[in-house]
């Protein structure tokens, strides 16, 4: 997070990622609230916002709820603001699909981001389609100095046409870190909020009457883009091959072929299909370099520009980056291809993300993995995604934000001779739970289903940085704030009280019966971990242990709980006869990364993992 | 100024300062008076995967990313990391690294091998190899959080600009906060830049 951004003075010059810049440009903006559900890569944006003084900022419980927030502040006046990753924008979108029709009182954007090479998603989509969706008008910056004016820009263009303004994002605008020059902030005041009850409640007799402003609304704008100056022509020298571009694409187009003539779009919907067939007429061949889906090229095609490229020789999938764009271009112009890199590709081993060493998810996925053979486990969005991955293998499904439990009621209305005694385990964590979740087991009690929730209470929104919920007890801003009891939310949503179990998921025998016990019972129950994430506030580290090495078996227990801190040091075969041969991997534990958690202590048989202070006394 | 851009890839593993380093590159490139991007990647968990930095300067940096082949410098915080990521080097680029081995999850279950010698494997595709323990220079002024002190140090000679912009860059950092901190980072740095050179040095005689 940046301070400095905070402090800096106009015409400043700062190194900002994307989201610092667009923190910097809401402010400026003169906007009065501002929110957000935690998400990859657009998280930073409120971080960065709620440094700022003079405007209203939150964690909202999910994205649709930030988006009425918006809205909220819109129709009283207040210039607002939200952002979300890209799939935030699908829960939000029912609040989104209907304010488009009523519009704006004060300015809103929308900042939405792209997981464009998926570093952190469960999918790739095209954030770009909600323009066309639902009649708005799209800006794409492609740096953070084009983040932070563009995001000023969209304020006011939401006033002028009335209408919210999308701004596209990807994961190489919000965490890139570019240079960019400050301004100050404009005034704005709010203007209260003025009954109108045509306008803000959309029945179907109001909404008939908005939906042909909303139509002659996207034909004004589409003229505004045909005008815009964020649809910029460099003419270039090189007429061989000219580009329409947009977003990061840009940057790398230019990297690449700097004497090529370039329209670079900023305000890519509604296209302006003119001005893309005037610079069609002055260059030899177009290509149409956007990432990910072909938005622009069909819709050029459908406007009669046939004879244009895009992903007939460019990637689908991913980032345009010069190592995808020059073999392309070089090969639609007949030219050899750029010379392959000097050095030959050496690969490891494949480093996945691990829990950190003490992670209490460590120890629930090693009792599921104990619990394998009878348990269908259906799992959620957060760190404990990784309880799919090794060693623990113990989890089976993730689809959205919250959908374990409706997935797992699924799994359990169909069951086949196989499954039906099955346990049907749905797994998450506690910000998930209080975005989507909840509803979930709601309908697992009515609908009188036969499902385990495993909710992994770790205080935090663990996979995103540790962003407070309403169930930390405290707010964007670190101050108090009343916190959830999940126990009881849980009894409130109709799970019987003897049915909900609070476990310290670090005493794996006491995890291990208490989840063998409620799978056991043919109803919904609740087992509620409690100890907090590593890296939040609220942990507490404990001693450091170690392994005692002439009382270590090899029996490489202690390394299925999957703590990164356990490692092994060295490697022998049990011989016995009339016995296969067992390998044996005796470990160390690396005393620095240990915080004492003790579950590995529980799963040694020999007893050799004893706390580091007793094996130094113990050597004196 | 010319037009030539420097790229450095910084990588690591999450948790070690990738993301400090690459930080403070940056603000010493601007200092000088260059344009810089730093591209981060930072894989799905904060701890334990793969990151990767980029860093660009030069007169005026179009894109974020560095192109395979490129790299001025690779500045391997781990061992297997800077293997991974040396065939991003243009010919006659360097691979700085740091010899320490940090054994993932999926080495100790047995899924796959740690290689023997990532420097040999470096060194066999022909890139050019600066290895040495900066977690051993680390322990012996008494703070591990050094090392990324030392592997800025490490790669001061090789930059278009004198290491004590570089050195300043940090120091100044630890002047303003940490002023106890700032004898041991200027060790530190000093370390690493020698280890660094002796590095050379030794492949120079055995050449």
Redesign the interface.
């Known amino acids: 997070m940046s301070a400095a951004a905070v402090q800096a003075q106009a015409a400043t010059r700062l190194l900002l990622s994307g989201n610092e810049a667009i923190a910097r440009g809401v402010w400026e903006a003169g906007c009065k609230v501002a929110c957000a559900y935690p998400g990859t890569p657009s998280t930073e944006i409120l971080e960065n916002i709620a440094l700022y003084p003079d405007l209203y900022a939150e964690w909202s419980v999910n994205e649709k709820v930030s988006m009425e927030v918006a809205i909220g502040a819109s129709m009283s006046g207040a210039r607002s603001f939200c952002a979300m990753k890209h799939v935030g924008m699908n829960v939000a979108s029912d609040a989104f699909m209907t304010l488009t029709l009523a519009g704006v009182v004060g300015g809103m954007v929308v900042a939405v981001a792209d997981d464009v090479g998926l570093s952190s998603s469960q999918n790739e989509q095209d954030s770009r389609f909600w323009g066309r969706f639902a009649h708005v008008p799209v800006l794409e910056p492609a740096d953070s100095q084009e983040a932070y004016e563009m995001t000023k820009q969209a304020f006011d263009l939401s006033e002028r046409f009335n209408t919210p303004v999308i701004l596209r994002l990807t994961t190489r605008i919000c965490h890139v870190k570019a240079m960019v020059t400050v301004g100050e902030r404009d005034a704005h005041p709010i203007s209260g909020f003025k009954l109108d009850a045509k306008r803000w409640v959309l029945t179907p007799a109001n909404a008939k009457f908005a939906l042909p402003r909303q139509i002659a609304r996207e034909d004004s704008l589409r003229a505004e883009a045909e005008m815009s100056e964020l649809n910029v022509v460099d003419a270039g020298s090189d007429k061989r091959v000219g580009f329409v571009t947009s977003g990061p694409a840009f940057m790398h187009v230019r990297e690449c072929f700097p004497d090529a003539p370039v329209l670079k779009l900023g305000f890519t919907y509604p296209l302006p299909v003119e001005k893309i067939k005037a610079f069609r007429a002055q260059v030899d061949k177009l290509v149409v370099a956007e990432e990910t889906e072909p938005l622009i090229e069909n819709e050029l095609k459908a406007a009669g520009l046939y004879d244009i490229h895009g992903k007939d020789i460019l990637p689908r999938l991913g980032e345009l980056s010069p190592a995808a764009l020059m073999p392309a271009i070089a090969k639609l112009l007949g030219e050899e291809p750029p010379p392959p890199a000097a050095y030959a590709k050496i690969d490891p081993f494949p480093r996945p993300p691990t829990m950190c060493p003490a992670c209490p998810h460590m120890g629930v996925y090693y009792t599921l993995s104990r619990l394998r053979k009878r348990v269908q486990i259906s799992g959620d969005i957060g760190c404990y995604t990784l309880g799919a991955g090794h060693p623990w293998n113990a989890l089976d499904t993730t689809i959205s934000m919250g959908a374990s439990m409706g997935i797992a009621l699924g799994m359990d209305k169909a069951r086949s001779p196989e499954t039906k005694d099955k346990a049907i385990i749905s797994v998450i964590g506690d910000s998930t739970f209080l975005h989507m979740g909840m509803q979930g087991l709601l309908d697992i009690v009515y609908n009188r289903g036969n499902v385990t929730t495993l909710l992994l209470d770790n205080r935090s929104t663990g996979m995103t940085g540790g962003q407070n919920h309403a169930g930390t007890g405290k707010d964007l801003h670190g101050e108090e704030a009343p916190r959830v009891d999940f126990a009881k939310l849980c009894e409130a949503l109709g799970v019987k009280p003897e049915r909900i179990k609070k476990v310290d998921p670090y005493k794996l025998p006491v995890l291990f019966k208490a989840i063998k016990d409620e799978i056991d019972v043919p109803e919904p129950s609740v087992i509620i971990t409690d100890q907090p994430c590593v890296l939040s506030e609220f942990y507490d580290g404990f001693k450091p242990y170690a392994v005692v090495d002439q009382d270590c078996n090899g029996c490489s227990n202690c390394l299925n709980v999957g703590c990164p801190a356990i490692t092994v040091s060295r490697t022998g075969v049990r011989q016995r006869p009339g016995m296969p041969d067992v390998e044996l991997k005796f470990t160390t534990i690396d005393t620095a990364m240990c915080t004492g958690c003790h579950m590995c202590v529980d799963s040694c048989g020999p007893k050799a993992i004893v706390p580091l202070a007793q094996l130094k006394e113990a050597a004196q | 100024m010319s037009d030539i851009i420097t790229n450095i890839l910084v990588c690591g593993?999450?948790g070690q300062g990738v993301m400090t380093a690459a930080?403070i590159l940056?603000?010493t490139a601007?200092a000088k008076g260059f344009?810089?991007?730093?591209?981060?990647?930072?894989?799905?968990?904060?701890?334990?995967?793969?990151v990767t930095s980029h860093v660009r300067f030069g007169s005026k940096?179009?894109?974020?990313?560095i192109?395979?082949?490129t790299a001025d410098i690779v500045v391997g915080f781990e061992l297997?990391?800077g293997?991974?990521w040396?065939?991003?080097?243009?010919?006659g680029g360097i691979a700085m690294v740091n010899t320490i081995r940090l054994?993932?999850?999926?080495?100790?279950?047995?899924?796959?091998?740690?290689?023997d010698d990532?420097v040999a494997?470096?060194r066999a595709?022909?890139?050019t190899v600066y290895d040495f323990d900066a977690g051993a220079i680390a322990r012996e002024l008494g703070n591990?959080r050094l090392v990324n002190t030392i592997m800025l140090g490490a790669i001061a000679d090789y930059l278009p600009f004198p290491a004590a912009d570089l050195e300043e860059q940090i120091v100044g950092r630890f002047r303003a906060k940490k002023p106890a901190m700032v004898e041991v980072n200027q060790r530190a740095f000093a370390m690493g830049r020698e280890a660094a050179r002796a590095s050379q040095q030794n492949l120079a005689a055995t050449a």
């Open positions: 593993i999450g930080e940056s603000q601007i344009d810089v991007k730093k591209s981060e990647v930072a894989g799905m968990a904060q701890r334990g995967g793969v940096v179009w894109s974020p990313v192109t395979p082949g297997a990391e293997s991974r040396a065939d991003m080097l243009r010919p054994t993932p999850p999926v080495v100790s279950v047995g899924l796959y091998k740690y290689p990532p494997q470096m595709a022909g890139v591990l």
